[in-house]
């Protein structure tokens, strides 16, 4: 499966965006997706997961309660709702996908940046 993120751009603190993760290759339901982040001089961080069927989501601490990751399996998209968004939330954002049953996000997207600065 190929992943593209997209949907970052500069924002202020307090707003709102919300990224995409557009699918392409073998059916997207096959996978588990996940959203990471990766803030400047630093390493990678988990944001968000959700299993193939949307029966469960995961959150990463920071971004709990402000963050919704969701999924389309018929449009081959996942989604990612930022809101209240924060300077420290400024990272390039990268979509991934995991095999249904595997332990590890094998395939990765091109990030997209979201910068969140007054």
């Known amino acids: 499966v190929q992943l593209q993120a997209s949907g970052g751009g500069l924002v202020e603190p307090g707003d709102s965006l919300t990224l995409t993760c557009t699918a392409s290759?073998?059916?997207?339901?096959?996978?588990?997706v996940g959203w990471f982040r990766q803030a400047p001089g630093k390493g990678r961080e988990f944001v968000a997961r959700?299993?193939?069927?949307?029966?469960?989501?995961y959150y990463g601490d920071s971004v709990k309660g402000r963050f919704t990751i969701s999924r389309d399996n018929r449009k081959n998209k996942a989604f990612l709702q930022m809101s209240s968004l924060k300077p420290e939330d400024t990272a390039v954002y990268y979509c991934?996908?995991?095999?249904?049953?595997?332990?590890?996000?094998?395939?990765w997207g091109q990030g997209t940046l979201v910068t969140v600065s007054s």
């Open positions: 991934a996908a995991r095999n249904l049953g595997g332990d590890h996000f094998g395939y």
């Open positions: 290759g073998r059916a997207f339901r096959n996978y588990n």
């Open positions: 959700i299993t193939w069927d949307v029966a469960n989501t």
